[in-house]
């Protein structure tokens, strides 16, 4: 009798172990196909049209092609006895310093916004150069007044010119209701007062040259960023 119920149990098991693998080899060879589909399907997902290949194709040479002829810089964030604050993503700069016991001043500054044209020196073939312009507001004021003034400016790559200088109250409205003349209306003297005004706080050719090579450097971040910011949305 015992040898029966061993037999009968050795049956058993061993038709339980044919049903068993059967049920394996079943399910591996279900989720293999589930995979394979579903590998398939995410492959045409993810596969982009002729056009928008063609267009990272582009995007990605020319990102490359920045990267290696103009490879931009870190920006700074000091220059002389200012510290610069960039924004990333914006068209501006600011500048500020402390001068003397409770003088304050900032500077804010455009991208390049605009350029003329001029005769090459010393070119007898009448040949021009592009003077690049960025605009830049200068405020200066001492401690906690409710005045200050706001210089408007011209940066030029080799110079600084002031443009008008106005006295306005601390929520930029005008202390008064005559704004100035221009500036290039006044006298030579008064002038080259205000350009020594300016001068003697670090506000000079040499800061509008900086602001060029700065703004420059921004430009071709920018202009990489926003070229992976297009690329990135049609990637994904």
Not at 112 to 128: F, H, M, R
Request: aromatic residues 10%; proline residues 4%.
């Amino acid at each position: 009798m015992a040898a029966f119920l061993r037999a009968s149990r050795r049956s058993l098991f061993s038709s339980c172990g044919i049903l068993y693998s059967h049920g394996q080899q079943s399910s591996l060879h279900s989720s293999k196909h589930i995979f394979q589909f579903s590998r398939s399907h995410a492959s045409q997902a993810i596969q982009k049209s002729p056009f928008e290949s063609n267009i990272l194709r582009i995007l990605r040479n020319e990102i490359e092609y920045q990267l290696d002829y103009a490879p931009p810089h870190p920006p700074v964030t000091k220059f002389n006895t200012f510290m610069v604050e960039d924004r990333p993503g914006e068209q501006w700069v600011t500048l500020r310093r402390k001068f003397g016991e409770d003088e304050h001043i900032k500077i804010e500054a455009t991208m390049i916004d605009g350029a003329i044209t001029v005769p090459k020196a010393n070119d007898e073939n009448l040949a021009e150069d592009v003077r690049l312009h960025i605009s830049v507001l200068v405020d200066i004021w001492k401690g906690e007044g409710s005045e200050f003034l706001e210089f408007v400016c011209s940066s030029w790559p080799n110079s600084l010119e002031i443009q008008k200088v106005y006295l306005l109250r601390s929520d930029s409205s005008r202390a008064q209701p005559y704004m100035g003349p221009n500036v290039k209306d006044l006298n030579g003297g008064f002038r080259d007062g205000l350009n020594e005004f300016l001068k003697a706080r670090g506000v000079d050719d040499e800061l509008s040259a900086f602001l060029h090579e700065f703004m420059m450097n921004k430009d071709r971040i920018e202009a990489i960023g926003w070229l992976r910011k297009i690329q990135s949305f049609i990637e994904n």
